[in-house]
């Protein structure tokens, strides 16, 4: 059973940066794939980002690449995504996400364990 808990959401400005963390325990973490996903009130859980155990590639949705940069840190099992040049849109509670051992990376919400969630609010 693996535990996962998210830390760093807040109040930013438009154009502003986060660093959100997200803190594994209770299970190997370096064979695992993870991932971010997002959720705004009254819409689905969608993508944002996530990292292969196996090769270390990753994937974003189109709205955040080139903005946030997910990474992860085998040595303290810690999963990370950067946010810059933030948008109001952004505005969500993020959750992060881990598949089984040596699952897949993929883009749907299918993930085996998920964190609480942190939100983040961009303001205008």
């Known amino acids: 059973q693996v535990q996962l808990v998210e830390s760093g959401g807040g109040l930013v400005q438009a154009g502003g940066s986060l660093r959100l963390s997200c803190a594994a325990s209770g299970g190997t973490f370096s064979t695992r794939s993870i991932a971010w996903f997002r959720q705004a009130p009254g819409q689905e859980r969608e993508f944002v980002a996530a990292?292969?155990?196996?090769?270390?590639?990753?994937r974003y949705a189109d709205s955040v690449k080139d903005r946030f940069t997910i990474s992860r840190d085998n040595t303290k099992n810690t999963v990370s995504l950067q946010m810059n040049s933030l948008k109001p849109e952004d505005t969500a509670v993020y959750y992060c996400?881990?598949?089984?051992?040596?699952?897949?990376?993929?883009?749907?919400?299918?993930?085996?364990?998920w964190g609480q969630g942190t939100q983040v609010t961009v303001s205008s």
């Open positions: 990292k292969s155990w196996s090769d270390g590639s990753t």
């Open positions: 996400a881990v598949t089984q051992q040596y699952g897949r990376m993929v883009t749907e919400p299918t993930y085996r364990y």
